[in-house]
């Protein structure tokens, strides 16, 4: 509660948003949110689920406003698609982007370069997250360039593996709905999917990022439960050294859904225990 209380305090008090740009690029573009320093500021890439845009994260996550209270630039890069429904390739899945072969890792590394030159940002301080779609992507970023984010954290979407193994140590934070229908947390094809994906298992996800963090990590467990709404949250985090590595945060019956996000409330199984904006911005401020 008193956790709650000091995220709402924040914004509250947080400076009204600067106008969002946009950004073109080699023929595809990305949203910025700046903070109110920019010079030297880290920077949160937020990846947009499949059928989605820039626009669309970022209204429904409301990510921007406390990313950019804590001194991070929020940025939105956009998909591939012949029109507003966008998608990533993130090796299995998904849509057109998968089916063409578009090198979305080449892809964030020019947005990654871009934002720097072009806003001042810091380019050694990089998070990256996203949803479903985005957040295979997210996590193969992280698996394939190690060296290159402080952090990262996938939502509802699990990793290709076979595709892109873990290259190397590089924190993570997963969440995910023990019930999603899209993207099941036991892996496999989804009932409700609009692919034909075999997708990873949550688990095997968390377990390749915990073998490349090395020996000697240390288990711990809570409930989070504050909200009467039929759902709990299990978190679980594998730490070193007083900080956390692995964090997985496995929401019991929740679904495929942005937790706290606009949408949340009206998909089935979102839960009000936790927010995705305020459980990422706590995992990322621990590796900053």
Not at 236 to 241: A, D, M
């Amino acid at each position: 509660m008193l956790r709650l209380a000091v995220a709402l305090l924040a914004l509250l008090c947080a400076p009204a948003l600067a106008e969002t740009q946009k950004v073109e690029l080699g023929g595809r573009s990305y949203l910025v949110d700046l903070p109110a320093q920019t010079e030297g500021a880290p920077m949160i890439l937020v990846l947009h689920g499949g059928g989605g845009n820039p626009a669309q994260i970022a209204r429904n996550s409301g990510f921007s406003r406390p990313a950019n209270a804590q001194g991070y630039a929020a940025i939105y890069p956009a998909g591939s698609g012949y029109t507003r429904l966008l998608t990533w390739n993130g090796g299995y899945c998904c849509g057109y982007a998968a089916r063409a072969g578009i090198d979305d890792i080449a892809f964030l590394d020019r947005v990654i370069a871009d934002a720097a030159r072009r806003f001042g940002l810091d380019p050694t301080h990089v998070y990256i997250t996203g949803m479903s779609n985005g957040a295979l992507l997210a996590e193969a970023y992280a698996a394939a360039r190690p060296r290159a984010v402080r952090a990262a954290a996938g939502v509802s979407g699990t990793l290709d593996l076979a595709s892109f193994p873990v290259r190397g140590s590089v924190p993570l934070l997963h969440i995910h709905g023990t019930a999603d229908t899209h993207v099941p947390f036991g892996g496999g094809r989804g009932s409700e999917s609009l692919t034909d994906t075999n997708f990873t298992a949550v688990n095997d996800v968390i377990a390749a990022f915990r073998r490349a963090n090395g020996p000697g990590l240390v288990e711990t467990t809570r409930v989070i439960d504050p909200a009467e709404d039929g759902l709990r949250t299990v978190e679980t985090t594998w730490s070193k050294g007083g900080r956390p590595h692995v964090r997985l945060l496995a929401v019991e019956g929740g679904g495929h859904v942005w937790p706290g996000g606009r949408r949340a409330a009206r998909q089935g199984g979102g839960t009000r225990d936790i927010a995705a904006n305020e459980e990422i911005l706590r995992f990322f401020s621990e590796h900053r």
